[in-house]
């Protein structure tokens, strides 16, 4: 077992930044470092940070930013128009990380990885001192966590949406699970 877990969030594409923070992480080579989300957009290497996370088999999950841009990739080719890839593009910055990328190949290969990237990521290894173990996800768990492994859609959908787009801890998660501040770049 790894000594540490270093969780990092909202890395968006700066890669330099992300670089010097895992250069300073101490003992990093003993311990396990896991992403939650946020990976792309704004800053101008998203290519490159995702490029360091699949070449170094990095845990990671998915985050809205991503989920966002698998949802709009397809549009570049055919629906330029389309006003929801205009808001993708230059209201959340996926105009930085479609210009990061100068290989095609290279580009459908991390679609395909992002679109693998699980909701949250469970480390029953790593554990509290009253034995609750740590859950990994882009946003808290919160009151959704019982939907976890539901077959129904709806039910389906309000967990990953919980997991993607929540941004306030609405309740007291004590008995359940413990949500994480992580460092964001």
């Keep these: 077992m790894h000594e540490n877990i270093y969780i990092i969030s909202d890395v968006h594409g700066c890669y330099k930044s992300l670089l010097a ?8 080579e ?13 800053g101008n290497n998203s290519c490159d940070v995702v490029k360091l996370i699949m070449d170094n088999n990095y845990d990671c999950v998915l985050g809205n930013h ?3 841009f698998i949802e709009h990739f397809h549009m570049l080719e055919n629906d330029r128009e389309n006003p929801s890839l205009s808001r993708w593009l230059f209201k959340t910055g996926g105009e930085q990380t479609v210009n990061s990328y100068t290989s095609k190949d290279e580009f459908y ?5 992002l679109k693998k990237l699980p909701l ?3 480390y029953k290894n790593y554990k509290t001192n009253d034995e609750r173990y ?9 009151r959704k966590w019982h939907l976890r492994r539901r077959e129904n859609k709806k039910e389906k959908d309000l967990f990953k949406i919980q997991l993607l787009w929540s941004r306030y801890k609405n309740f007291d998660n004590k008995k359940n699970i413990q949500c994480l501040w992580t460092y964001n770049i």
């Design 109 to 113: 290969k991390q679609i395909e990885f």
């Design 21 to 28: 923070l895992i250069d300073k992480l101490p003992n990093k």
């Design 66 to 68: 991503e989920q966002v």
């Design 120 to 122: 949250y990521r469970e």
């Design 30 to 42: 003993k311990s396990k470092i896991c992403f939650v989300g946020d990976l792309v957009d704004r």
């Design 134 to 142: 740590l859950v990994v996800s882009h946003s808290c768990v919160g």
